[in-house]
């Protein structure tokens, strides 16, 4: 089930807190990085906050500039981005801004809650109950059947931590604000529970005036899963062969759109590989491939007999940084290949997803 590509977005002080515990929110950002979140929320088909945020800051959630919105107008896209809430309570301010501004606005929430969020909302939003428990897949999915393919979600803390605990974040954009709140009833950013293991990767930082803004990527992604997913699909395509391994492969932009994908024996040509035969759609010159994954179902090759060049040296000079592969190539044609290792001691970052090892395995059955 497709996901939209979900962006956790907040600011915090030096000591990890999103806001005091006064009656008014607490200003963590500097003007130029409110201007700079205006960019993302007009960059974006949704923005989701906890109904605690809707309570305890009753924000507009809006795009500020003028001509941000009118770039979106022009690109056949509503003004404002379609603002999202869940609440297990329905316990909703008739009155808050968030229903009276912007476009339009649902509310995701329980069996339990469904009839008290309708009385409150009346027809300003659509209520959408999960079950008697929210689902955050269902969430997921429902948004991306309903158009979305990227999501803000703007807190609070308990809403970051859920998307965080269960790998459903695909980036946290962090703004750390040189103040301390050093109050320990204040909502904090994260809390308590179980986190992926392991580092999340630094993707970016950013002096704005006097607060820095820190991109991170969790080391795995919910689109990780998704695109090698549809690389092992595309391994079950390729035509069989006793000589060769069937192998899919997809390449996707560091926004997440794909921008190609390939797989073993395609077309007229009988000795392809699956990311030779991707990574030949893309003009070599093409700026994405910088910031690119490739998906393979299969490590890529290091040496090969039918082309001068191996997949990992195509990858490599494509300039591609990143790859996600399932299965490790086994010794039936060439021993000893270490394509990841290859790739890994030229500075790319090689993940490999063994859950997937089995769906990349099953075309090349015959093989093993
Ligand atoms: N600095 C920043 O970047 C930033 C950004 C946003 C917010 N904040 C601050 O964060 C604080 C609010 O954070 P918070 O953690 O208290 O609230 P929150 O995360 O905004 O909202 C929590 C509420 O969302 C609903 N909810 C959460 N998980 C749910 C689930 N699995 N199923 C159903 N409903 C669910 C519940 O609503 P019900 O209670 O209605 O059931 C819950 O009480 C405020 O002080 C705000 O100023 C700061």
């Not at 939003?125 to 008697?132: C, E, I």
């Not at 040189?178 to 002096?207: C, H, I, N, S």
């Not at 910088?290 to 290091?302: D, I, K, N, Q, R």
């Amino acid at each position: 089930m497709p996901y939209p590509y979900v962006l956790l977005s907040a600011a915090v002080s030096l000591d990890g807190y999103l806001d005091d515990t006064g009656k008014d929110r607490l200003l963590l950002s500097s003007p130029a990085d409110f201007d700079r979140v205006d960019e993302v929320r007009a960059s974006v088909d949704a923005i989701l906050i906890g109904a605690g945020t809707i309570r305890a800051d009753n924000p507009r959630l809006l795009v500020n500039s003028p001509d941000r919105r009118a770039a979106r107008r022009a690109e056949g896209r509503p003004e404002y981005p379609l603002k999202v809430t869940v609440t297990a309570s329905g316990d909703l301010d008739p009155d808050a801004n968030f229903w009276h501004t912007g476009d339009k606005k649902l509310v995701y929430t329980t069996d339990g809650g469904a009839a008290r969020a309708r009385t409150a909302v009346r027809d300003t939003a659509d209520v959408v109950p999960l079950g008697p428990e929210l689902d955050w897949h269902r969430l997921l999915a429902d948004l991306h059947a309903r158009g979305v393919r990227r999501l803000m979600v703007e807190g609070g803390g308990t809403i970051h931590t859920q998307l965080l605990q269960r790998g459903l974040a695909d980036e946290l954009q962090l703004v750390l604000a040189p103040l301390f709140v050093g109050d320990p009833k204040a909502p904090r950013l994260f809390g308590p529970g179980t986190y992926e293991p392991g580092r999340l990767t630094l993707v970016d930082t950013r002096q704005i005036e006097d607060v820095v803004l820190m991109t991170y990527r969790p080391a795995v992604t919910p689109a990780d899963h998704h695109w090698l997913s549809l690389a092992c699909d595309l391994a079950a395509l390729c035509p069989p062969s006793e000589t060769a391994f069937s192998v899919g492969a997809v390449v996707v932009a560091a926004d997440g759109t794909e921008i190609a994908r390939g797989h073993s024996r395609e077309g007229d040509d009988t000795v392809v590989h699956a990311e030779e035969a991707a990574l030949a759609k893309l003009d070599p010159a093409d700026p994405r491939l910088a910031g690119a994954t490739v998906y393979s179902s299969l490590e890529p090759c290091a040496r090969r007999a039918s082309r001068p060049a191996p997949c990992a040296r195509l990858i490599l000079d494509a300039g591609v940084r990143r790859v996600v592969t399932a299965w490790i190539e086994p010794d039936t044609f060439v021993q000893d290949a270490d394509g990841n290792g290859l790739l890994r001691d030229a500075g790319v970052e090689v993940l490999l997803l063994d859950e997937y090892e089995g769906r990349a395995k099953a075309p090349n059955g015959h093989l093993l």
